[in-house]
């Protein structure tokens, strides 16, 4: 369905504006679907995002600014996001025995349970909707938007 039937405008657009509508759109319809998935596990899309980060780490703990770093959500407060997880005994936090301002984060056995869990459901998330293009429209889709967030 394109931008201007879900929008109901009759007014033309230019080129630019219904770009940008068509992925902001896009994005909150992904988004809607993602924490759907979470939703049952009581998990928000950036506290994922940080579980799959220190799963990433390999057993090895890290600090608050590799997480920051790697988030895609840039904007989130990546300590309030760490004290919750902390809540749910999905992350530990210990200081740094080499420098006591820095904390270490490091996933759980019961957090990398939980990503075992859930990850085979973002996995058909993300199928669903990759499933009406070819790997080679993928390809081009990512090339596009790559070299579209290049301003």
Do not use: W
Not at 21 to 50: A, C, H, M, R
Not at 67 to 80: D, F, P, V
Not at 110 to 121: A, C, I, S
């Amino acid at each position: 369905m394109k931008i201007e039937d879900i929008i109901k405008t009759t007014s033309p657009m230019k080129i630019g504006k219904r770009t940008i509508l068509n992925i902001l759109y896009t994005q909150n319809l992904i988004g809607e679907k993602f924490n759907e998935v979470l939703k049952s596990y009581d998990l928000s899309p950036e506290q994922f995002n940080v579980l799959r980060i220190l799963k990433g780490q390999n057993g090895n703990a890290t600090n608050m600014c590799v997480i920051q770093e790697r988030m895609i959500a840039k904007t989130s407060n990546t300590t309030r996001l760490v004290d919750k997880l902390l809540l749910k005994e999905l992350v530990t936090r210990e200081i740094c025995p080499d420098n006591r301002r820095k904390m270490e984060i490091a996933i759980t056995d019961k957090g990398l349970d939980l990503l075992d869990e859930v990850n085979p459901k973002v996995d058909r998330h993300e199928a669903l909707f990759a499933q009406n293009l070819t790997v080679e429209e993928l390809e081009q889709l990512n090339n596009l938007l790559e070299k579209f967030r290049s301003i």
